[in-house]
């Protein structure tokens, strides 16, 4: 491995190490999110260096949620429109942050837009359709994927079929069409057994799926 790859590595481990210090479930939720890009990213046939920013800034999209507050990280119930403000914060900190290092200019970019939402509507810039970086694109999806799907403290994730229709429902409002259309046919995210085992009758709760992903920009 060459010397710049290695140091590379190592500066996102310690990045993701102090992530996981801040908050485990981000830098858990952010290697899960790092997977499921990368198997997008390779079923839509990416070149060497888009697949490689895809993967680290996939590592890396969540590490400006170093700077929002332990209460509003963790609150169980729907967040007030400061809070959600203070939320939708973390992509502009994460792109701050990552700025600042040189090898990261590529990523922080991508970093910064990846909630944003293919029909304008969300943040921070409000752009749409291809004005999106297509690395930020595919993260939204293994993002929102990976939010639906998971168990948190306060409720039971969703099967991973029923998050993948969610999905497949919001293309071309939300999402991406070409990355949802590449998404919905990998059997990787249309059968829950492949990625975690449910009780049939397992109660998860019917979190709104705007608030879920914190998608659409709060205006003033």
């Known amino acids: 491995m060459l010397p710049e790859i290695v140091k ?9 190490t102090i992530l996981d210090a801040r908050d485990p479930y981000t830098q858990e939720h952010s290697f899960r999110v790092a997977e499921y890009s990368e198997l997008i990213s390779e079923n839509m046939g990416s070149d060497t260096d888009t697949h490689q920013r895809v993967h680290i800034a996939a590592h890396l999209h969540d590490i400006g949620k170093v700077g929002v507050s332990d209460y509003i990280l963790n609150k169980p119930g729907k967040l007030a ?10 992509s502009r900190i994460g792109y701050n942050i990552l700025k600042r290092i040189p090898m990261f200019q590529e990523i922080s970019r991508i970093v910064l837009h990846h909630h944003e939402r293919f029909d304008g509507g969300g943040y921070p810039k409000g752009l749409s359709g291809e004005a999106i970086p297509f690395e930020s694109r595919i993260i939204a999806v293994a993002d929102a994927f990976d939010a639906m799907t998971s168990d948190r403290p306060y409720r039971k994730g969703m099967p991973a079929e029923d998050a993948a ?9 939300q999402f991406c069409p070409s990355v949802v259309s590449h998404f919905s046919n990998m059997p990787q995210f249309s059968h829950s057994n ?3 085992t449910f009780h049939e009758n397992a109660l998860f709760s019917s979190v709104g ?3 879920l992903m914190h998608s659409e920009m709060v205006h003033n």
């Open 81 to 90: 429109k400061e809070e959600m403000k203070e939320m939708q914060s973390h």
């Open 209 to 211: 799926h705007e608030y």
């Open 194 to 196: 492949a990625l975690r």
């Open 8 to 16: 590379l590595h190592e500066l996102i481990d310690i990045v993701i």
């Open 165 to 173: 229709d969610e999905i497949s429902r919001h293309s071309g409002a």
